[in-house]
C-alpha cells in the first residue's frame, strides 16, 4: 500500500495525570506539488575603478531561496535521548488504537509508531507546542528503507497552527517501541496553503 494513503494518528491532550490517548483517523489523499525552484542572487557589478594594489574580496554567502516558507528546514536536528511511544500506546485509554495498529501492515505501522513518537518528542522538546496532528508525508513522500522511516516533509499541528516538521525514526525489531529518534521542526505553513495539502485548523473533511 502507498505510504500517502496511510492513517493519521491523533494526539489527545492528556489529562492531569500525564497519561495520552491516541486515535487513528483515515486520510484523503493528498497530491504533493512540486518544489519551486530556487533563484539565485545576481552577481554584484564590478567596481568602476581599481585600487592601487587588487584586494581580496571574499565570495558573500548566498541567501536561501525566496519561495516558500514550507520547503525550508532548520539543519539541525534534535537527537532524542528518551521515547514515549510505547509508553503512550500502553495507556489503557489507548487500548482501541493500539489494537488497530497492530492489525496494520508493516509498513503502516511504522509509520503510525514514529508520528506517535514525533508528537511527544516535539512536546517534551517545547512544552508550548501541543501536537494533536500529524501528517508525515503532507509536503512530500515518506521514505521507508527497512525500519527505518524519513519524513521529509512533514506537517504537524499545535493550536491550530500547522509547521513543518522533518524526522527520522528507527523502530525495533518487534515494531512496538522506538530505537532512534531525531527531528526538526521548520516554518509555520502559511494558511494560504493549507488547502493544497488538505490541512484544517480543527477536524473535518480534510483530516
Not at 500525564?18 to 545576481?42: F, N
Amino acid at each position: 500500500m502507498s505510504l500517502a494513503l496511510l492513517p493519521i494518528v491523533r494526539r489527545l491532550p492528556p489529562p492531569q495525570e500525564e497519561a495520552i490517548s491516541v486515535e487513528l483517523l483515515a486520510p484523503q489523499q493528498i497530491e504533493t506539488p512540486a518544489t519551486p525552484p530556487i533563484a539565485e542572487r545576481p552577481s554584484e557589478p564590478p567596481a568602476t575603478s581599481q585600487p592601487a594594489e587588487p584586494i581580496k574580496k571574499e565570495p558573500e554567502p548566498q541567501p536561501q531561496s525566496s519561495g516558500s516558507e514550507t520547503t525550508r528546514q532548520p539543519a539541525a536536528m534534535v537527537r532524542a535521548t528518551q521515547f514515549f511511544s510505547a509508553k503512550v500506546l500502553a495507556d489503557p485509554r489507548s487500548k482501541k488504537a493500539r489494537e488497530g495498529l497492530w492489525q496494520l501492515a508493516t509498513g503502516e505501522r511504522i509509520v503510525q509508531l514514529c508520528n506517535v513518537e514525533a508528537m511527544e518528542q516535539v512536546h517534551h522538546w517545547k512544552a508550548e507546542f501541543e501536537p494533536d496532528f500529524l501528517v508525515a508525508y503532507a509536503m512530500a513522500d515518506t521514505i521507508l528503507a527497512g525500519r527505518v522511516l524519513e519524513a521529509v516533509g512533514g506537517a504537524l499541528r499545535s493550536k491550530g497552527n500547522w509547521y513543518n516538521i522533518r524526522y527520522r525514526c528507527e523502530v525495533a525489531p518487534d515494531i512496538k517501541s522506538v530505537a532512534m529518534f531525531e527531528f526538526s521542526v521548520g516554518t509555520e505553513i502559511p494558511r494560504d496553503e493549507w488547502e493544497a495539502h488538505v490541512l484544517t485548523a480543527e477536524d473535518g473533511a480534510g483530516d
